[in-house]
């Protein structure tokens, strides 16, 4: 029997969250589109486990149009109220509504591809920190600069976007290296930002 890698503690035994865990999370993403689609995912999280929103992901993608901005910020009320209505999803009025006010204060940032993701990696210079923690109590929940993006994220008009969500935010699209140095996923990361 193959042995198990060491791994973060935080995804347990859950298949699903294990295989997140390994071949996502802290893998830096640059991609507009879908670091636009992991803000608005993470913004659903608020007050939830990731694992609740990861077993709905494909719902969320399919009731949100693949997280398409341009179709998003045209949601009227008769699409805030399927939503509204979409048990595979959160059916949150105030999120639901939040991710359209978001697809449109992304609309107005944007006006070439690569914007979003330059907007959003300015926060650490435009390349990850690796940190190195030993323990899960050592992971802080926000930081200084999750808090500088929440801060300018507020101002162009997104919402659900508080300093907690873009550090969460931030160690998912590979911001920050927040893997423990004794998971195997902290030096894989790190080998690759170091081949690119």
């Known amino acids: 029997m193959k042995k198990e890698p060491k791994r973060c503690p935080w995804p347990g035994t859950d298949p699903l969250y294990l295989a997140y865990h390994d071949e996502e999370w802290g893998v830096p993403v640059h991609d507009d589109k879908a670091l636009f689609g992991k803000l608005i995912l993470d913004g659903f999280q608020a007050g939830l ?19 398409d901005p341009a179709r998003m910020a045209k949601y009227g009320d008769k699409d805030l109220l399927r939503l509204q209505n979409d048990a595979g999803i959160v059916r949150n009025k105030q999120k639901i509504a939040a ?23 300015q926060f650490v210079d435009g390349k990850p920190k690796i940190n190195r923690w030993k323990t899960r109590g050592q992971v802080p929940a926000e930081t200084a600069e999750s808090s500088a993006m929440s801060k300018a994220l507020v101002a162009r008009g997104f ?21 423990l140095v004794d998971c195997h996923r902290h030096q894989a ?7 690119g």
């Open 49 to 67: 486990s990731w694992i609740i929103i990861l077993r709905k992901r494909d719902a969320f993608l399919k009731a949100f149009h693949g997280f």
């Open 99 to 121: 991710a359209r006010d978001s697809a449109r204060a992304y609309l107005e940032l944007v006006e070439k591809p690569g914007d979003f993701s330059r907007f959003l990696w």
């Open 159 to 179: 919402r659900f976007v508080g300093p907690t969500i873009c550090y969460a935010f931030m160690q998912a699209v590979g911001m920050v290296n927040d893997h």
């Open 189 to 195: 990361v790190y080998k690759k930002l170091k081949t």
